[in-house]
């Protein structure tokens, strides 16, 4: 993509005056989408924005963004939403409670509760609401695959888990033991094997697409290819992909025109959301 000379111009001005995904932001445009606020909870973390195509009547994701489980909020991922909106997904990107605010797992409940609101609301929304899926990247990735896998968490939230269309990991970590000392703490205090994803796969999970980059030293890809294989032997459906030199943050940033050329992240995370069948089981 060659940018606006317009843009070039303005790029030292605002590279001093915006944060980093400000300026991600900037480059990805709002053409064909309508963008309206709501609440799946009260208070300051229980609310989200939704990103409309102008003609939807597709599939609806709930994207969950990373951040270490300690930062992150809905407004630094519009660069996410937009290319999808204009695809024609409706998009649904919430906040939720973090560390030190709330440990694990109550994050995983805010989730929940936030994709139970979108399950409700996505014929309203004018979205399929046979097609709703949950997708994350990093954390976001980690708390999308817990609600996919162990189905306390939507029953929680008055709903289940089979009501998801599919489930998108962007780098997730699914199978981190032994945490490090930041880790520890969200997930005080016990910090073992009942905080891993990869230990809830019983065969009966939403179909899931994993991808991570094979150049990711933030999450080793080795977190997908473990998850896929439990998957894959339990009978459950799964498929995989590892991008050659692909990092952490490159793996989200790609899904922008800007950063497209560096993978097709964009084309893939579309495919399984429009994809008339799910993944068959113990495929990828």
């Known amino acids: 993509m060659t940018l606006p000379r317009r843009l070039l111009v303005a790029l030292p001005a605002a590279l001093a005056a915006c944060s980093p995904t400000d300026l991600i932001n900037a480059t990805v445009s709002s053409r064909g989408v309508t963008v309206q606020q709501a609440a799946y909870a009260p208070g300051p973390s229980g609310g989200l ?12 994701v709930v994207f969950l963004y990373g951040g270490a489980w300690r930062t992150g909020r809905r407004d630094d991922f519009a660069f996410v939403a ?10 649904v990107v919430p906040d939720y409670r973090l560390f030190p605010e709330v440990r694990f797992p109550t994050f995983l409940e805010d989730n929940a509760a936030a994709t139970a609101w979108a399950l409700a609301n996505a014929a309203a929304l004018g979205a399929d609401p046979s097609r709703v899926f949950l997708m994350g990247h990093s954390a976001g990735a980690y708390n999308a695959a817990m609600l996919a896998l162990d189905p306390r968490w939507m029953a929680g939230a008055g709903t289940a ?29 016990d910090p073992g094997p009942l905080t891993q994803p990869i230990n809830y796969v019983d065969g009966r999970n939403p179909p899931l697409t994993l991808l991570a ?23 459950g459906p799964v498929q995989a992909k590892i991008y050659p030199g692909l990092g952490h943050i490159g793996i989200i940033t790609a899904m922008t025109p800007l950063f497209a050329g560096r993978a097709p ?16 089981k113990g495929s990828g």
């Not at 990991?169 to 032994?178: E, M």
């Open 49 to 60: 924005t939704v990103y409309r195509p102008d003609s939807p009547a597709g599939p609806l």
């Open 161 to 189: 888990r089979d009501r998801l269309a599919g489930v998108i990991g962007l780098a997730g970590p699914y199978d981190f033991l032994p945490m490090l000392g930041a880790e520890r703490e969200v997930f005080a205090p």
């Open 265 to 280: 992240v964009l084309d893939d995370v579309t495919a399984a959301l429009t994809a008339p069948s799910s993944p068959e």
């Open 82 to 91: 937009r290319p999808l909106a204009a695809r024609g997904i409706t998009v």
């Open 213 to 235: 980059g094979d150049a990711d030293d933030i999450v080793q890809p080795r977190n997908t290819l473990s998850l896929a294989t439990k998957v894959r032997q339990a009978g």
